[in-house]
């Protein structure tokens, strides 16, 4: 399920995005340069994945990674799903 959620570039751009802070879809598609509806659509699969979290606060919705399924609760460079691990690179 995760590998699934993950395997577009465009969703990982998104989580090393968010591991800095929550974000709203908005934030993310100024961010990252990819259209609203893309963003949307990408949030979805991470958030149907159980990958993000939402919250909202006012009428904004702030995005946020999904620490209760890491197995390793730092999101520094690696991701850490106990059945596999993603290590984010910088560059």
């Not at 979290?53 to 919705?61: A, P, W």
Request: with cysteine; proline share 3%.
């Amino acid at each position: 399920m995760y590998l699934k959620a993950l395997a577009d570039p465009a969703r990982i751009r998104i989580l090393k995005a968010l591991q800095g802070s929550p974000l709203t879809g908005t934030d993310l598609s100024n961010l990252l340069d990819i259209e609203i509806p893309n963003v949307s659509h990408h949030l979805r699969v991470l958030y149907h994945a159980g990958i993000v979290l939402t919250r909202r606060d006012g009428r904004f919705i702030y995005y946020e990674i999904n620490r209760d399924v890491l197995a390793s609760r730092s999101v520094a460079q690696t991701l850490d799903f106990g059945c596999c691990t993603l290590r984010m690179s910088t560059g």
